[in-house]
C-alpha cells in the first residue's frame, strides 16, 4: 500500500499518464479509496481507523483543490504531499507494524519506513549495488573517501577524483567539458556531481555500467582521464602502513583485508553511496523540519505541474 502511494503522487496526480484528459485529481481519489477498500476487506477485524480517516482528509484536500483548478489555478502538489500524503503514509506504517505485524525482509529500492521521499533514509543505496547490504560501519566510505581525494590512483600522483568532482562545485567542475589527464587534452563529455549518483541504475552517459564499481573502475584506467594501474596503485598502497591500517579495519570481518584492486573500488564506491543530497531547504519543508518562501512553492508546483516537467516520473531526485 505504502508502494502504492508513491505512484499516487510520483505518478497520478500530475495526469502522467495522460496530461491532455486532466484525470489526475479523481484517478488520484479513488486511488486513495481503494487502499483504505483493500485494508479492509483483507483484514476486516482490524482496527484502520487512523488510515482511512488521513485517506477522508486527503481526499477533501482534493476536492477543494479541483475547485481551484476549475478556476485556472495550478495544483498545490507541495501542500498535497507534506499536509496529506505524509500523514497517509505515517498511518499505513503504523498500521503495517502494530496491526499487521509485518515488516518487510526483502531489499527494496526504498525504505518503507522512511515518513517521506525527501530524506537519506528513504532510500536503500544497496538496492543498486553488488554488495546489497554493508556490515562495515563508517570504516569502508571513510577508507573511500580518503582514496577520493588521493591523487596515488593516478599514474604520476597527480590527479585524483576530487581533481574533477570538486566538493565546493556540487561534485563537478563547473566546465562545459573536462580536462583530460594529458595536457591540453579536452574530453568529450563533462564532469557529472556524484551526488545521488548510487540511485541510479545505469551510469555514464551511454550507460555503458550498471554499478558504482564498475564505473569507478572504468575512470581510474581510462587513459585520457587517470591512467592508473590497478596493479600499480595497489603497490603505492601497500607502502602506506596507515592505508594497511585502514584497509584492515574497513574490511574486518571478510575474507580478505588486504588491500586489493577489489578492496579500493569498493571503498570508493562506498563513499559515493553516502553522497546523497536530501538537505535542501525545500527537502526540510517537505517533510515538515523548516519553512520556504510562497515564490519557492509556486516554482515547485509549476515545475511538477503545467511546466510538463511532470512528465519527469521521479519527483525528488531530477
Not at 483504505?36 to 488510515?51: C, E, G, K, P
Not at 507541495?78 to 500523514?87: D, G, H, L, M, S
Amino acid at each position: 500500500m505504502q508502494l502504492r502511494l508513491v505512484k499516487i503522487y510520483t505518478l497520478g496526480i500530475n495526469n502522467f499518464d495522460c496530461q491532455i484528459i486532466k484525470t489526475g485529481i479523481p484517478e488520484t481519489k479513488a486511488a486513495l479509496f481503494s487502499i483504505s477498500n483493500i485494508l479492509n476487506i483483507s483484514y476486516r477485524n482490524a482496527d484502520f481507523s487512523m488510515v482511512n480517516n488521513s485517506i477522508d482528509s486527503a481526499v477533501a484536500f482534493l476536492d477543494r483543490q479541483q475547485i481551484r483548478v476549475n478556476q485556472g489555478a495550478e495544483f498545490d502538489y507541495f501542500t498535497f504531499y507534506r499536509n496529506y500524503v505524509v500523514p497517509v503514509n505515517l498511518s499505513l506504517i503504523n498500521a503495517r507494524k502494530n496491526i499487521l505485524k509485518f515488516d518487510p525482509q526483502n531489499i527494496r529500492a526504498l525504505n518503507l519506513d522512511a515518513t517521506t521521499l525527501f530524506e537519506k533514509e528513504a532510500y536503500n543505496t544497496y538496492f543498486f549495488t553488488k554488495l546489497q547490504r554493508s556490515n562495515n560501519g563508517d570504516m569502508l566510505p571513510y577508507l573511500g573517501k580518503l582514496l577520493f581525494f588521493d591523487p596515488i590512483l593516478s599514474v604520476n600522483n597527480a590527479v585524483s577524483c576530487a581533481s574533477c568532482h570538486k566538493p565546493n562545485m556540487a561534485y563537478t567542475d563547473g566546465l562545459p567539458k573536462s580536462y583530460g589527464f594529458l595536457k591540453n587534452d579536452t574530453l568529450p563529455r563533462n564532469t557529472p556531481t556524484i551526488l545521488n549518483a548510487a540511485l541510479q541504475r545505469n551510469l555514464f552517459m551511454d550507460a555503458s555500467v550498471l554499478v558504482l564499481e564498475d564505473q569507478a573502475k572504468t575512470v581510474v584506467q581510462n587513459e585520457r582521464e587517470m591512467h592508473g594501474d590497478f596493479k600499480v596503485v595497489v603497490a603505492k598502497l601497500n607502502q602506506s602502513s596507515t592505508y594497511k591500517k585502514i584497509f584492515s579495519q574497513a574490511f574486518a570481518g571478510t575474507k580478505d583485508t588486504a588491500i586489493s584492486e577489489e578492496g579500493i573500488l569498493k571503498a570508493l564506491a562506498e563513499f559515493q553511496r553516502t553522497q546523497l543530497s536530501f538537505d535542501s531547504p525545500f527537502d526540510k519543508a517537505m517533510r515538515g523540519a523548516g519553512t520556504i518562501e510562497q515564490p519557492v512553492i509556486d516554482g515547485y508546483n509549476i515545475f511538477y505541474g503545467q511546466s510538463q516537467m511532470r512528465a519527469l516520473p521521479f519527483c525528488r531526485t531530477l
